[in-house]
């Protein structure tokens, strides 16, 4: 189970971090990612980090505002989200899987409730 929180109502230029905390599974061996579906669009990524947390990767739209990190004595994934803008409004949701995650949504195997992040300019 995963569950996602942290979401809210900024304004443009504003910050937020988003927790993902993880129960069920072998927090360790999973890749965590985060992705998220604004209204009327398709689910899409956003960022992801290994399971040793070497390797991260993002979204072209998001890299260098947001960074993803994880602790695992926590079985806690975060998204620290820096200089928002409204196309960033989107419903967040986190994911794991202990195959390799990748950009796509098919390469994961567990997925959070969501949390609604709303820009407003």
């Known amino acids: 189970q995963l569950q996602a929180s942290g979401g809210g109502l900024v304004q443009a230029g504003d910050s937020l971090r988003l927790s993902c905390t993880a129960s069920?599974?072998?927090?360790?061996?999973?890749?965590m990612g985060w992705f998220r579906q604004a209204p009327g669009k398709a689910r899409e990524f956003v960022a992801a980090?290994?399971?040793?947390?070497?390797?991260?990767f993002y979204a072209d739209s998001v890299k260098g505002r947001f960074a993803i990190s994880r602790v695992d004595t926590k079985n806690m994934v975060s998204l620290q989200m820096n200089s928002l803008n409204t196309e960033d409004t989107a419903v967040y949701y986190c994911?794991?899987?202990?195959?390799?995650?990748?950009?796509?949504?098919?390469?994961?195997?567990?997925w959070g409730q969501g949390t609604q992040v709303t820009v407003s300019s």
């Open positions: 069920g599974l072998t927090f360790s061996n999973c890749d």
């Open positions: 994911a794991a899987t202990e195959r390799r995650g990748g950009r796509n949504i098919g390469s994961w195997d567990a």
């Open positions: 980090i290994s399971w040793n947390g070497v390797a991260a």
